[in-house]
């Protein structure tokens, strides 16, 4: 009989929504994050008992339209991560909770200022950085060395030395840098570096042609056309791996990601012979500053379970969970502390993201964003070809920016009579 | 037993059911469709309704300006123009093939190459992403026995849409095969007879009886594959995701894009419209020449 | 005597054509099934190796114990089921309405349906979303099944066929007294059989294999169809070629076997659908 009531017990519990049942939080994560982040889940789950976790996988390539879709019907996750660049437009569908009160102003502390500023719209914050990523300079020290230079460069005129040189190196098609010049992101770093606003007037047009944006444009196309670089586009790269290690260029402009690439898939002779730094500045300010990246956690505002849901942030942010995540995928942990660890401090090439991340700033916050960077990439792209020449191409660029922020001058001007 | 029950226009409860949920679930949103895109309709608007503006004709403006637009137009051309006839070529050989008086076991050889129309185009997108793969793929073995240069099939901007047409080609060719057997299988046989009597070559047979008896059985496929073609959307989105270099990006894809990834909708049917005209154009056109032709 | 020499040589000629032809359109099922039982990696080998080495179940055992595959399957056939024997229903009534009932506008409204075929279904689907929204339909089986109710293709193939069917009987059944309800369950039905079947594996492989719209509508990784949950995967596990593999045989074998075992409704549909008229 005891035996029998024991079981009965909790079911009748269960059946009337007593406080036995756990409470499922539902969390939505992209890509092979999502794969790895569930082996997280049974530690958090053992911590918070009346908790549940249902963790989505989500492809990166679909990520986007199925959060927004997912808006569109009604049907958000508690908590959801998210591309830093993307805050801004959920900002605008109110779809996320904001985090000033939940977060405590000593744990902000630890966060790479540059890239919780990301998360921050309108001066409420509505991300928490989950991971980091920022692009800096790999290169291949021993063509570095060849050609007579035993450190990486620290401004603009000697990055161009360095180029020179490689240049002159004896032996075939070598090339300084590889920048696939279908890329927006080269652009933004050195025009930013330039101290370049991207827009103007609060976001209501494009400043292109501001002087800042200029040399630092003129600078990207220079690399080009003194031959430093060739004129390829990503997809134009066969095998990238192949020709870092054949010496076909020697430095590249990318993120975290490729450490971990670059390691697997570079020859094992070529291990010893590549580095990383942060990236030259274009005066005596090094390092220079660079894309604030990475992806956020966020709870959404049709959540009935956000306390829960901060829980779950909480555990996610934590350095130890955080130092577990970057063992399982290599992603960087957003918390300055989790890179007191020796198994992120003794990491050289890493290190060169830590002294990288310190100087880190946003792209403009707005959710025109995304089709303004492909704009950039557009004409960028056509700047090198050499189909318009650098006044057409940024004129031509400001028209477009101008128009696709059209709508946002309109809302302003709503806004405020 | 005897029901009079029903009123007098019966006609219309059989057909009720079906044709309501037809203007519902389709007439009516095709209608908002063109209302949507004469408007702003965007992520400001999703998020509140307020923010919707009625612009005209200004996605179609924007849309003519804009380079993403002509080139996914490009590629779907480059889809139907060479894809379609080539489909439609394969189609009609494997039907004189299988149709042949000669050939034994038709049913079999019928249903064997129609295989690929049945199956399931994400399913088959894993297994020819495979077969293209630059490394291990077996394409590039068969290139190397035949002591060709291998290709990056689906990473290179010039080879990716050859690549989609190959594999579009391979999954829908049984579709029209089976049209164009039944076409030459309504052709009377006495023609051929009295043709042989005449003497006339096989070839001339073909030109002669064949083609000129097949020719409706030939349009209607045309129309329909170049309909279809135009609609490209799948194949590109699993194989490649419209790239590399937006080299695999159809319309229907951009619409795509448009619409569900970046919530711009009013742009976005002003995609889908402007294509559902070039298609009505592309048939019309097609059915205006035909007929003379005929 | 060359016209008899010529006959045989010829025969095998086109044969052994027509063998070639079904091996290159066959060799991609083949090797699907076959990089589905190697082990994992066995595939990334140059030169591609055509059959397994030791034929294994892991990655079957795999979709099942981990990634959830009998949930997706049992999904997919619950949305083909429904959405197959509910638009038999209502594309029959109207197909057989359009064949042999009179009304005002019959064959005008017929033509404005068939002229509307023209139109990409993309057109509709960003309003579509909307709408569904508004009824609540999104995430849910119903937000799939429900506008695939009615096609007009469907009508259109039952009208065709229907109209085979000889006024004098139908005729004979209204003097009899029975009721027009009553005449197409108990005659119409039964004579329309075979192109209700073609058209019942039409619709069951069309909604099988659909991908875009679940995709869209279908948030939740439980909701999934076999389709969407295999792109989902693929977005993951792209290494995983023999995994992946495995996941397309399952998702393809249902529809084959169906068309194996219905080929003949299926093809007769298709040649009705397109030459008759």
């Known amino acids: ?417 | 037993m005897k029901t009079p029950l029903l009123p007098a226009n019966t006609a219309f409860w059989f057909l009720a059911p079906a044709l309501i949920l037809i203007v519902v679930f389709f007439f009516l949103p095709v209608a908002a469709s063109l209302l949507l895109s004469f408007t702003d309709f965007d992520i400001y608007a999703l998020g509140d309704h307020e923010r919707l503006r009625f612009v005209a004709l200004d996605n179609y403006l924007r849309l003519l300006g804009d380079p993403l637009f002509w080139t996914a137009l490009k590629n779907t051309l480059y889809f139907v123009l060479v894809g379609g006839p080539l489909s439609v070529a394969v189609s009609l050989g494997a039907a004189l093939l299988v149709n042949h008086r000669l050939v034994r076991f038709k049913g079999l050889f019928r249903s064997l190459l129609f295989l690929p129309v049945v199956t399931t185009l994400v399913a088959i997108a894993v297994v020819w992403r495979y077969l293209y793969h630059p490394r291990y793929g077996f394409l590039n073995y068969l290139l190397g026995l035949l002591g060709l240069d291998t290709v990056d099939w689906l990473g290179d901007p010039d080879w990716a849409m050859p690549a989609i047409i190959l594999m579009a080609i391979w999954k829908n060719f049984g579709f029209n095969m089976i049209i164009f057997i039944a076409g030459l299988q309504s052709i009377p046989v006495r023609l051929y007879e009295a043709a042989v009597i005449d003497g006339a070559s096989t070839w001339r047979q073909f030109r002669h009886i064949t083609l000129p008896m097949l020719a409706p059985t030939f349009v209607f496929v045309t129309v329909i594959t170049m309909i279809g073609y135009f609609q490209l959307f799948a194949e590109p989105y699993v194989m490649t995701q419209g790239g590399p270099a937006n080299s695999t990006l159809s319309v229907a894809l951009l619409m795509f894009q448009e619409g569900f990834r970046w919530w711009n909708l009013g742009y976005a049917a002003a995609v889908a419209f402007t294509l559902f005209l070039i298609i009505l154009t592309g048939t019309v056109l097609q059915l205006r020449l035909r007929r003379r032709e005929i | 005597m060359a016209v008899f020499s010529e006959k045989p040589i010829k025969t095998l000629l086109l044969h052994l054509a027509l063998i070639a032809a079904v091996i290159a359109t066959l060799f991609p099922l083949f090797w699907m099934v076959s990089v589905s039982l190697m082990s994992s990696a066995e595939a990334n080998r140059f030169p591609p190796p055509l059959l397994p080495a030791a034929p294994t179940l892991e990655h079957y055992r795999m979709l099942f114990s981990r990634l959830n595959l009998a949930a997706y399957l049992l999904n997919s056939t619950l949305i083909a089921t429904s959405v197959t024997v509910l638009s038999l229903l209502l594309n029959s009534m109207a197909g057989y309405a359009f064949a042999k009932l009179r009304f005002k506008g019959r064959d005008r409204l017929f033509r404005l349906l068939l002229a509307s075929m023209v139109i990409p279904a993309q057109v509709a689907m960003l309003p579509l979303f909307l709408m569904l929204k508004e009824m609540g339909l999104v995430n849910t089986y119903g937000g799939v099944i429900v506008p695939g109710m009615a096609s007009i293709f469907g009508i259109f193939l039952i009208r065709q066929y229907a109209l085979s069917i000889p006024d004098s009987l139908l005729d004979a059944a209204r003097i009899d007294g029975a009721g027009e309800f009553r005449i197409y369950r108990t005659l119409v039905l039964p004579l329309c059989k075979p192109i209700l079947v073609t058209l019942a594996i039409f619709t069951f492989m069309g909604t099988w294999n659909d991908f875009m719209w679940p995709l869209i509508i279908l948030t939740d990784n439980d909701l999934y169809t076999l389709p969407v949950a295999l792109a989902n995967l693929l977005g993951e596990h792209v290494q995983d070629a023999e995994l992946m593999m495995a996941g397309s045989v399952l998702t393809v074998l249902p529809v084959i076997l169906l068309f194996l075992v219905l080929q003949k409704y299926y093809i007769e549909g298709l040649v009705l659908g397109s030459v008759k008229e």
């Open chain 1, 1 to 417: 009989m005891r035996l029998i009531g024991f079981l009965l017990i909790p079911a009748l519990l269960g059946a009337c929504g007593g406080d036995r049942e756990k409470t499922v939080l539902e969390f939505w994560a992209m890509g092979q994050e999502g794969e790895v982040v569930q082996s997280l889940m049974p530690e958090f789950e053992r911590l918070h008992p009346e908790l549940q976790v249902k963790v989505q996988q989500i492809p990166w390539s679909a990520a986007h339209e199925k959060l927004l879709t997912a808006y569109a019907g009604d049907a958000m996750p508690d908590v959801f991560q998210l591309g830093n660049t993307w805050i801004p437009e959920f900002v605008v569908l109110k779809a996320v909770d904001s985090l000033d009160n939940r977060l405590t102003a000593q744990q902000r502390e630890d966060y790479f200022e540059g890239i919780i500023e990301t998360n921050e719209i309108d001066g409420r914050l509505h991300g928490l950085p989950w991971y980091v990523d920022t692009r800096l300079l790999f290169y291949r020290t021993d063509i570095l060395v060849k050609a007579g230079f035993s450190a990486p460069p620290r401004t603009w005129n000697e990055w161009l030395a360095t180029m020179a040189a490689i240049a002159a190196l004896p032996g075939g098609d070598r090339y300084g840098l590889l920048l696939p010049m279908n890329e927006w992101q080269v652009p933004v770093i050195l025009a930013l570096q330039m101290g370049s606003e991207l827009l103007r007037d609060e976001a209501r047009f494009g400043n292109f042609r501001s002087d800042a944006f200029r040399q630092a444009f003129r600078f990207y196309l220079d690399i080009f056309r003194r031959g430093y670089a060739p004129a390829v586009s990503e997809a134009q790269i066969a095998n990238l791996y192949q020709e870092f290690a054949s010496g076909y260029f020697a430095m590249y402009v990318t993120g975290p990601w490729n450490i971990v690439e670059f390691e697997h898939r570079l020859p094992k002779s070529m291990q010893g012979r590549w580095a990383t730094a942060p990236m030259p500045a274009p005066d005596e300010s090094y390092p220079g500053v660079s894309l604030a990246g990475g992806a956020s956690l966020a709870i959404a505002r049709s959540s009935s379970r956000k306390d829960q849901a901060w829980k779950l942030i909480e555990f996610l942010s934590e350095p130890e969970q955080q130092l577990a995540f970057y063992r399982l995928t290599g992603d960087l942990p957003a918390r300055r502390s989790a890179w007191l660890h020796p198994d992120l401090a003794t990491a050289t090439r890493t290190q060169a993201f830590k002294t990288q991340l310190e100087r880190v700033v946003s792209t403009p916050k707005i959710p025109e964003w995304e089709r303004i960077a492909s704009k950039i990439a557009h004409y960028t792209e056509k700047a090198v070809r050499g189909e318009l020449t650098e006044e057409q191409a940024l004129a031509a660029l400001d028209k477009d920016v101008d128009r696709i922020l059209e709508k946002r001058r309109w809302l302003l001007r709503k806004r405020a009579p």
